[in-house]
């Protein structure tokens, strides 16, 4: 004789189905969700003379991370990212020409502060990380420092800003730096990082050799490029470039060497997307001369 199927089977079977569908909705939506980006800009963010407005450049970073979080307040939106028992290293870069700028900085920091991390418990650093004691004692990441081109890699980016932290920095030099999202995996810097920020205020479109630097190839973009996702800030950052140099040079000469670490960190070690059309770009503000 066959098995009987009761009422209460007939349920069970319908509830785990219904489950079912709803695991594989999921897992589709886990596969086609984007990469949210925000490119944020404004027309006061600096003078001519290269001078940052304090202010605005808070403005901006609070509208980016709200927007970033769908929050309506920065405060909030940083509390989304870190709580007070957070150690938090804000990882700058001050490289001699383009370094972070410090208003920039501050206003992070300010806002980390409101968030309810001790100020004790912040550090602010680059070249000084691997023995910093916050850095050591680090739970949460802010990346943060200039888009710019390298010599090596392409550009430099805020995958290439975590170089500080490796033991020996050649080692990440192979291959036009195609592996730098190695970087991620050491243990300074494993799950901490909370928030990625590529200063467009000022970005480097041209350089020759690894110091080479010229006035003439930076321009007052006025932008700031945030997001959680590393290799999608990235990826945005060089269209910039790319942008920029054709402007510039001619389409020819997007770029004189290709930055292969970008694919390669969402192909081969899957750290973020690398696809433009993978990643949701907000752009806020100043539409003047955006480029992408």
Known sequence: MGEVITRRDFLLGSTFAALGLAINLNAEEIQTKKSKVILIRHSRALDESYKFDEEVIQRML???????????????????????????????????????????????????????VREDNIGIDDRGVRENPIFQKSTALINVRPLRTHYLAGISGCMKNYITFAENLPDYHPNNCADLALLFKLPA???????????????????????HFNRRYVWNYKGLIVGTDPVAVDAVGLQIIMAKRAEYFGKAQELPRVPRHIETADVKHGLGTSDMAKIDLIRLGWQEGILI
Request: proline share 9%; aromatic share 6%.
């Open 62 to 116: 609070d509208e980016a991370v709200m927007t970033l979080f769908n929050l309506k307040n920065p405060v909030k939106a940083f509390q989304n990212m870190v709580t007070p028992d957070d150690v938090v290293g804000i990882k700058s870069n001050v490289w001699t020409y383009l370094p972070t700028p410090p208003e920039l900085e501050r206003a992070i920091k300010k806002r980390l502060i409101e968030a309810g």
């Open 189 to 211: 810097v494993k799950g901490k990082t909370r928030l990625n920020i590529l200063s467009a205020l000022t970005p480097q479109f041209h350089g020759r050799g690894p110091h």
